[in-house]
């Protein structure tokens, strides 16, 4: 089995090279558009721009969260709170069997063997508001349709990638009060 330093690794240099290679491609199809104006051209460009902006965001909106918050979150704020109506959820979505299988793009922050229970809960807390804020930021290109038209595939886009990530969010979500069991257990223990 992979160490979860590798996989991280791996997982970021994968997002990093796709937002370099789809942003470089971008770059290279607007030029060729603009001396040839081919409709084939510029639907490639639109399709790789998209791309680009779907990973370079992602890339920016957890750099800039990370930057500002360092796992640094209280997860006893009411907004991380799960209530019983999305426990209930989470079991008809049969979460416990899907959420191993999700990638982590830096595993590290969520391994116990380097942070405490306390810490990976306030790193939880900080990839549901990363997920979160992508959730909103992925339906941004719809505003290009009223330049590019093609508004239907703008929507199913948007909203695929915002499923995506909503899947992060509900998996944060699902963990949490169990990491914040371990807490309460350990600081029971420790009295």
Partial sequence: MKSAKVVGDFMAKKMNLIALLSTLITVILVILYENTESDM???????????????????????????????????RKRWFRVSA????????????????????????????????????AQATC??????????????????????????????????????LDAMFVIMQRYNRPRIIKMIENKCYFSL
């Fill in 126 to 163: 900080q990839a549901e508001l990363v997920h979160e804020l992508i959730v909103v930021l992925s339906f941004l290109p719809i505003f290009a349709a009223i330049f590019f038209g093609a508004l239907p595939i703008f929507v199913i886009t948007s909203v695929l990638a915002a499923g």
């Fill in 85 to 120: 109506i999305e426990e209930k959820l989470y079991k008809k979505l049969k979460v416990k069997k899907w959420k191993g299988k999700m990638a982590t793009y830096d595993p590290n922050c969520f391994d116990i063997k380097i942070h405490s229970w306390d810490e990976i």
């Fill in 41 to 75: 051209i510029l639907t490639l460009a639109i399709t790789f721009g998209t791309i680009s902006y779907h990973f370079v965001m992602r890339l920016i909106t957890g750099t800039v969260i990370n930057l500002l918050l360092n796992n640094h979150v209280d997860y």
